[in-house]
């Protein structure tokens, strides 16, 4: 069975401050995706990466694939109240439409 | 507003009750899914419908009925619930490629179901 770890569970810290939340398995997978979750809403795509060692920036985001493709981290720099949500990874593998869902991160950034 | 419209947004239902939950995507995808989120558990998929044909049940319970007469359209349908099905049902669409696993999925805001 294909398991999405993520670390920290719950993340309270102060606006300002500099964050990285992990993403670990044992599987490998094809890409692996980031989501950010506000209360009352659906999930919203971060971004999507697909090879492994790859890093991708998204403003304060920077996103990392592991080279052997079964991790990957999500680093905040300079945390804003707006980055406040539910973090999730999701896994694909090759050739499926099946994507597996990590146990999730809730931060909480303090004004 | 990502496209996909969920209703109702909020259901009380009692384990006798039979109710349906309703999706609806306007972005002109081929795919949809059923995901369950609970309180404990990541967020599971349960439903894959590719081209208004079921590609994956994963595992889920007879209980829960999915239906797909039109790739803009997705119903979850629901009777004998128990307790432990409470949680927030989010259906999800995406433009299924020839690969697979690279897709972005658009999430709507989900219905969240009360089992007494």
């Known amino acids: 069975t294909q398991l999405l770890e993520q670390s920290p569970q719950f993340l309270s810290i102060q606006e300002g401050e500099n964050l990285t939340v992990y993403c670990n398995s044992s599987?490998?997978?094809?890409?692996l995706q980031w989501y950010r979750q506000e209360p009352g809403e659906g999930p919203v795509l971060l971004v999507t990466?697909?090879?492994?060692?790859e890093v991708k920036k998204l403003k304060r985001l920077t996103f990392q694939f592991g080279d052997a493709r079964k991790d990957s981290s999500l680093h905040i720099t300079a945390a804003q109240p707006g980055d406040t949500g539910l973090y999730l990874c999701?896994?694909?593998?090759?050739?499926?439409?099946?994507?597996?869902f990590g146990t999730g991160t809730r931060l909480k950034v303090l004004a | 507003e990502t496209g996909v419209t969920q209703t109702p947004r909020h259901l009380v239902m009692g384990m006798t009750n039979k109710k349906s939950l309703k999706c609806e995507q306007h972005l002109g995808h081929n795919a949809m899914y059923w995901y369950k989120q609970s309180a404990k558990k990541p967020l599971e998929l349960m439903f894959v419908?590719?081209?208004?044909?079921?590609?994956e049940n994963n595992s889920v319970p007879s209980r829960f009925s999915p239906e797909c007469p039109n790739s803009s359209h997705l119903f979850l349908h629901l009777h004998t619930l128990q307790p432990e099905d409470s949680a927030l049902y989010l259906c999800a669409s995406s433009q299924a490629g020839t690969s697979g696993g690279e897709e972005t999925q658009y999430f709507g805001p989900g219905t969240r179901l009360l089992v007494l």
């Open positions: 599987s490998v997978f094809s890409s």
């Open positions: 419908y590719n081209f208004k044909e079921q590609t």
């Open positions: 999701a896994g694909a593998s090759w050739g499926t439409y099946k994507y597996i």
């Open positions: 990466v697909v090879t492994g060692g």
